[in-house]
Nanobody, 123 residues
């Protein structure tokens, strides 16, 4: 089970840190991804860190502003979001799975999903 938290309301240019805590699975054994879904839009890839090569990958829209980090002792992954923009407004989801590289940016590459946390960025 994954539990996402840390969302909220922030002004443009501000920062938030999302957390994803796992129970019943060990994050180190999985690729962990962050996705987001804005109203009326499909869920889209934001970032991931692969269990196989430990490489962090980011959507072009967030590259340089967002960063994944981890705390293995707490079995938790984080998404640090800086320089937030109104277009970052969405429900953010964390996910875990074992996708091959082809599917690492796709929702169907992930087996376990958190419940989502709302991020709202005001202009």
């Amino acid at each position: 089970q994954l539990q996402a938290s840390g969302g909220g309301l922030v002004q443009a240019g501000g920062s938030l840190r999302l957390s994803c805590a796992a129970s019943g699975l060990t994050f180190g054994q999985y690729t962990v991804g962050w996705f987001r879904q804005a109203p009326g839009k499909e869920r889209e890839f934001v970032a991931s860190v692969s269990r196989s090569d430990n490489i962090a990958r980011y959507a072009d829209s967030v590259k340089g502003r967002f960063a994944i980090s981890r705390d293995n002792a707490k079995n938790t992954r984080y998404l640090q979001m800086n320089s937030l923009k109104p277009e970052d407004t969405a429900v953010y989801y964390c996910a875990a799975g074992r996708p091959i590289l082809t599917y690492i940016r796709q929702t169907n590459g992930y087996t376990y999903w958190g419940q989502g946390t709302q991020v709202t960025v005001s202009s």
